[in-house]
C-alpha cells in the first residue's frame, strides 16, 4: 500500500483560503469515505482535525472543512491565520491488511 | 480526559529488540470500542502505521512489519506495549501511541518518543 500524495507545500496569505489535496486510489481515498486529517507543529504529536472525510472534532474550528470527489481527498483552511502555518497530514483507511495509509504531508506557508 | 504516555529507551543497538509502553490515563482502556495503535515517523518524514490492539488482545499489523512486530496489552495496568524485533538504522523514529477509532488511526495521540537505533 503505497503514501498518499501531497502537494509538498501550499502558500497563502492570511484571510485567505487554501486547499491540501490528498491522491490515493479506489482502494483506499476512493473506496470509503473515512479520511482524516492531521496537523503536526514542529516537535509535537499530530493533531486530529478531520475525520471521516469532513467531520470535526469537537473543538477545532469551522475554519478546517473536508471533502472528497473521487479518489482525491481536501482539506480547506479559510480565514488562513499565522498558527495555521505547519505541517498537514491525511490519512485513509483501506480496508486491507494496511488498514491506514498517510499522506506524504503538507507544509502550509503563511506568507 | 483521556491521555497516553509513551515510555522506554532512547537507544537501542542494531538486531537488538526495540520495546516501549503506552500508559493510558483519564480513562480505562478497556472502556468504548476502541483500539490501541502504535505509529512512527522518522526525521523530516511521513507518518506510518504500526499496528494495533483491541483490548480482547486481537491484533492487526502492517504487512511491512508484520514479521518484526508484537503488540500486546495489560488491562490491569492500563498499558498496551510494542516490541520490534532486528532493529536497524531504519527504524529509528519517533513512535507514537494513539487510541485508534474504528477508521481512524490517532483520535489521540501521545506526545511521542525518539528512538534511536545506533551501536
Redesign the interface.
Known sequence: QSALTQPASVSGSPGQSITISCTGTSSDVGGYNYVSWYQQHPGKAPKLIIYDVSNRPSGISNRFSGSKSGNTASLTISGLQAEDETDYYCSSYTGSSTLYVFGTGTKVTVL | QVQLQESGPGLVKPSQTLSLTCTVSGGSISSGRYYW?WIRQPAGK????IG?IYTSGST?Y???LKSRVTISVDTSKNQFSLKLTSVTAADTAVY?CART?G??????????TLVTVSS
Open positions: 495503535s511521513g507518518l506510518e502505521w494495533r492487526n502492517n504487512p511491512s507514537y477509532a477508521t481512524v488511526p490517532g483520535a489521540i495521540w501521545g506526545q511521542g
